[in-house]
């Protein structure tokens, strides 16, 4: 990377401020870690916790050179700019070759949903792009068809330096479309700086991720997630979320109005409208109608199954369906893609002889456990829905009582109990929980041990039952004590249980 490449891309940015280095320089490394800095390389200054003997650590590492807001007064030199996540996310791009030019793009936020979809994007393209379909969700990402290109996720979105290095590692694999989940923290934190997506996905927005490290406030975290519109060459927009108008606002801030689409449940309006056609224990049928007059469009309106249950994610596969689309994908992919399509610990389903069925599920908020209950609810008024659940501690207090609220409103059985207790005492946050419980409605039993609870839930269960598994996924860990304690995952004991119980 050659440094007056470097400072002619910052001042296009007015994030340039002034070098101690000679403008013919060059670096042969880019790093953030002192930990990870090979010889030659330009260090980039930066983080809450940044402390200025990593600085020295990356110069004895090879450092040649430092990016940083401050001045060190070292005598090696540095180069200074007003904001340094910025400026790493550019240096990226630069020492990387700017691999997004050679993807086709598609990021989704949403306070849920993000991952669900993601996945059905991939699923459908790959029909349509075999072995070609990069993907950064929060589960896993994939930078290619061998088993090497695949890893575990750290972040919903990883720093900029890491986008960028993976999404040259997935065009030299020969990917052609990257999907990803874009959190809003990746905006609050300069992740995605500079990036333009060929297709941004809007799903919807709930208070979430609002604390000491994430947002200060409601405010900021809709501020941070609107930037996905005002960054992207296509818009697709969920017509039934909260603050729909201040999101199409934003679309169009940057987007003509025939690359805005929307959606929604029987939404005349929207520029596609789902219609759910059947829903069962396992999974759903949904059909589109195309509300704008499109030749790209029309043949969207056709009939979709979907191998997950629940009504949120048809919304999900509508998005898929229409980021597809602008990606190319035709309409045979997208019924075979979402088909076929499974999610790591969301909406799992196992199925019982004797004891009802189970469900896996994600939902760790108001929000998702509230759309996932309802659903429950709504679709098998026969069905008694017994629920195990508990809340993390350290964080997300608010989420007890919101727990308690969607109970109260849907669930007939909770089995209070152990998730990610942290440095809180899980029976002391399952007692909060069921301070909120009408008692009159939810019958609760506080058990410590996630496994002995899932036990227990399933056992009582009869084939009018719903058990479902809350907050957890395929977590293989228990947060606590700082520590992450392995744990068996709740689809491996659930499985367990239900051999024990039906052997
Ligand atoms: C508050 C926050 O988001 N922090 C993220 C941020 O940290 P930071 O830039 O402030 O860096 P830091 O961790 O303070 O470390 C300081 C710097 O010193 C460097 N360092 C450190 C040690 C050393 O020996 N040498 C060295 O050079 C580090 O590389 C870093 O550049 O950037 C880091 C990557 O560069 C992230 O790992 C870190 O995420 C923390 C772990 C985190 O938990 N973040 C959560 C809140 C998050 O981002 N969540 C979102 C939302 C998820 C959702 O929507 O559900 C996500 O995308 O996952
Ligand atoms: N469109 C939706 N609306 C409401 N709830 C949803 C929706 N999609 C999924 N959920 C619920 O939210 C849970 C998490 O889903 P998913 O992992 O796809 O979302 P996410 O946005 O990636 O979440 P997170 O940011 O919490 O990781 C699911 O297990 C389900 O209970």
Known sequence: MRVNQLIALLQEHNLYQGTTLSDDATFDGLAYDSRKV????????????????????????????YLAEKDYNLVTPGIFVTDVRKALSLAAQLYFGFPQNDLFVIGYTGTKGKTTSTYFTR???????????????TINHILGPKPEDQFKAHLTTAESFDIFREMRQAVDNGQKVLVMEVASQAYLLDRVYGLRFNVGLFLNISPDHIGVNEHPNFANYLFCKLQLMLNSDNCIIDADTDH????????????????????????????????????????????????????????????YNVSVPGDFNQSNATAAILASLLAGAHVTDMQTGLA????????????????????????????????LLHFLHAQFPDHQIKVVLGSTGDKGEDRREGFAKALNDYANVAFLTTDDPGHEDPIAIAKEIDSYIDHTKVQ????????????QAIATATNHDLVILAGKGQDAYQKINGIDTPYATDPVVAQEVIDELEA
């Open 38 to 65: 090979s010889a030659n390389s330009l260090f980039v200054c930066k983080g809450f916790n940044f402390s200025v003997d990593y600085l020295h650590q990356a110069i004895a590492n090879g450092a040649t050179c």
């Open 123 to 137: 699923n459908i393209l790959e029909q349509t792009f075999p072995k070609q379909v990069a993907m950064f969700s």
């Open 244 to 303: 729909f108008d201040e999101v199409l606002a934003a679309a169009k801030v940057s987007t003509a109005p025939d690359h805005i689409f929307t959606y929604g449940v029987d939404q005349p309006q929207a520029t596609v409208s789902l219609t759910s056609d059947a829903a069962t224990l396992t999974d759903s049928q949904f059909s589109l109608t195309v509300n704008r007059d499109d030749d790209r469009l029309a043949p969207l309106a056709a009939t």
């Open 340 to 371: 076929n399509t499974t999610i790591p610990g969301r909406m799992e389903v196992l199925t019982t002889q004797r004891h009802g069925t189970v469900y896996i599920d994600y939902a760790h908020d108001w929000g998702s456990m509230n759309a």
């Open 444 to 455: 609760t039993t506080l058990i410590p041990q996630r496994e002995d609870a899932i036990h």
